[in-house]
């Protein structure tokens, strides 16, 4: 059998907003004669990523996969909402090149993990190689670590994330070749993009 040599390149994280927070204020000057005037602007909400290829921003480390193999890396998000918590953050991802059957094949193509720690991961390895430990709480915030989902993701829901104002979340990212892909996949590549997307909260009277 051939072995199956895959290059995998994780492109840099893109930060979106879908949306943003508006708020009101009201003046009055009282005179014989009032004259009332409103003034609206729109609330600051972003989501910061750390500095691409630091500690806090591994995603743009790319790998080369054979079968049964897997890629971890992390990322840092800070919540940034005016003061507000963020209704939800979604993910979505795509590929370059096609992308190749080796990401759009839902069964035997790539799958991805992602997970949360209530503290900043322990790194070891060198790169590209590196894996993760969480010294706390972790949770799953998409798929499971015996369950991963297709590396495609379109606006997919992501749990256990902290949406306060001024939260940080620190995502491990390990996507994996199964073990049972074919070869017909050997020698593709392909840079995945991940693109996670914060809802405001709910619209309120201001």
Request: glycine content about 10%; aromatic content about 6%; proline content about 5%.
């Amino acid at each position: 059998m051939v072995p199956i040599r895959t290059r995998l390149v994780l492109a840099a994280l893109g930060i979106g907003v879908l949306g943003v927070g508006s708020y009101l204020t009201a003046s009055a000057t009282f005179s014989s004669r009032a004259t009332p005037s409103h003034a609206t602007d729109t609330g600051d909400m972003e989501l910061a990523l750390g500095s691409a290829g630091s500690a806090d921003n591994r995603l743009t480390i790319g790998s080369t996969l054979n079968p049964g193999d897997s890629a971890q890396r992390q990322a840092k998000i800070t919540i940034d909402n005016e003061g507000a918590t963020m209704s939800a953050v979604t993910l979505t991802t795509t590929g370059t090149n096609g992308p190749p059957t080796f990401v759009t094949n839902t069964t035997d193509g790539l799958k991805v993990w992602i997970a949360n720690c209530d503290q900043a991961w322990t790194e070891s390895g060198s790169s590209p190689n590196y894996s993760y430990t969480c010294g706390g709480t972790q949770a799953d915030v998409l798929g499971t670590t015996g369950s991963p989902v297709p590396v495609l993701q379109t606006n997919a829901a992501l749990s256990n994330l902290v949406l306060d104002d001024g939260a940080v979340n620190y995502l491990r990212i390990r996507v994996t070749f199964p073990v049972t892909a074919p070869v017909s996949m050997n020698g593709q590549s392909s840079d995945i993009s991940f693109t996670f997307n914060g809802t405001p909260r709910t619209a309120q009277s201001r």
